[in-house]
């Protein structure tokens, strides 16, 4: 038995010893579609049809955010801490929220603050900035015996919310507590896209050398960065992970097949055609131009005031596969450009397989540098950097370089990516 099976098989055992209940929420359920008579249950739905009695005897700390919803009834579309607290099985001690909140009132960059809970009456730690010392700090103050962590993501290294949770399992190293993942499906799938980090580049929108599209849920970034890079980072990895699965759902599915009710993870990420094309447009964040936040469609309207119908027309032209383009003109009511009228373009996503958000994402910026040099430009701050995990699409894009020579300068550490993930993947 290698390392990494032994490795599972102990987590495995410690899951039956220590969560009673939890264990069967580990076994795999790669083999059943969604689309048969069973529906999707996620990591939350399964424990709370045991009642959270797994989590029962232990004094529970639970970061999560307004998406930690329950999607089958009795209970609804019930929040999991309301769920526990109303239950009464869990000794809810403290509620950590991330990036935009707890309940998700927050805009981009900001978050709702320490504060009261009013619903259920428990405290609200703001972890939005914290490093792990201050977390961990967070948790011993509150007597936190277990973490408990359930926040949806997107599918992109430079969406905040699985560095939230890796800065969290570094905080429960720290103060020497079991860390339980309630895993969601990934809603862009399981395909991998796009170039690692390169760690001279750390931020707060990717801390570790993974790719731009990591095509992994929580659950199994957790199982990387536990064996990989906590013992690094924190001195060891967690005393315990466990992983509540989410039960049948292949990793080749879209969100929109799994049947579960979209929540928004965060004010500017409405749908999960929203999700699809953020790996690849999220990009613009970095440049001058328009995301499209302050429009109904961020990230999928993408433009600024001195574009016109050329960019549309070029791309549509191009043969990328599984979008088209469409002209468009629009308004942001905030963020850059508010209030200015701004030409560019609506992707429209014509196939889950075929669509790669990354490649369709850098034909957009070698074409609009192109057309319109007067207009595209990154931000001062090089943020683009941050988001694309080095400096060198800035500088191929800036060479003149195009859409295949770039994407194809990543093409091995994709694959290296690819590899070293196998060994934590739970769904096929």
Not at 289 to 300: A, H, I, K, N, V
Request: proline residues 7%; neutral net charge; glycine residues 12%.
């Amino acid at each position: 038995m290698n390392a990494v099976s032994r490795r599972t098989f102990l987590i495995s055992s410690a899951v039956s010893a220590a969560l009673p209940g939890v264990a069967s929420c580990s076994t795999s359920s790669s083999g059943r579609p969604s689309s048969s008579a069973q529906p999707v249950l996620t990591g939350a739905d399964r424990l709370a049809r045991q009642g959270w009695r797994p989590l029962g005897g232990r004094r529970v700390g639970v970061v999560a955010n307004h998406t930690a919803v329950l999607s089958q009834p009795p209970a609804g579309l019930r929040h999991i801490v309301d769920d526990m607290h109303a239950g009464g099985e869990v000794d809810l001690v403290a509620i950590f929220g991330p990036e935009h909140g707890f309940r998700g009132t927050a805009q981009a960059g900001g978050s709702e603050g320490e504060h009261t809970d009013p619903r259920t009456g428990l405290p609200v730690h703001d972890t939005y900035g914290a490093d792990a010392s201050a977390l961990a700090g967070m948790f011993r103050r509150a007597g936190v015996e277990q973490v408990v962590f359930d926040i949806a993501d997107v599918g992109a290294r430079f969406y905040t919310y699985i560095w939230t949770m890796y800065t969290a399992m570094q905080a429960a190293v720290r103060a020497d507590v079991p860390f339980l993942v309630l895993d969601r499906p990934n809603p862009i799938g399981g395909a991998v896209a796009g170039p690692r980090l390169d760690p001279r580049f750390a931020s707060g929108v990717g801390m570790l050398p993974i790719a731009q599209q990591h095509g992994m849920t929580a659950g199994e970034l957790a199982r990387m960065f536990d064996r990989e890079y906590l013992p690094d980072s924190a001195g060891r990895s967690l005393r315990q992970l466990d992983v509540a699965e989410v039960q049948g759902w292949p990793r080749r599915e879209f969100f929109a097949a799994t049947g579960l009710p979209w929540v928004p993870p965060s004010p500017n990420m409405p749908t999960p055609d929203t999700a699809a094309v953020y790996p690849g447009t999220g990009l613009f964040e970095g440049t001058l131009l328009s995301e499209g936040r302050g429009t109904t469609r961020p990230f999928e309207v993408i433009g600024a005031p001195g574009i016109d119908w050329r960019w549309a027309e070029e791309l549509d032209t191009a043969g990328l596969p599984g979008v088209r383009f469409r002209e468009v003109r629009f308004v942001p009511t905030f963020s850059k450009h508010a209030g200015a009228a701004c030409g560019g373009v609506r992707l429209h996503r014509m196939s889950d397989s075929e669509f790669d958000a990354i490649r369709t994402a850098v034909a957009m910026l070698v074409t609009a540098r192109r057309l319109y040099p007067r207009v595209f430009g990154w931000r001062p701050d090089h943020w683009i950097d941050e988001l694309s995990g080095s400096a060198r699409l800035r500088h191929m894009v800036d060479a003149g370089a195009g859409t295949e020579e770039i994407v194809g300068a990543w093409q091995q550490e994709q694959a290296e990516f690819r590899r070293r993930r196998e060994p934590y993947l739970l769904y096929r």
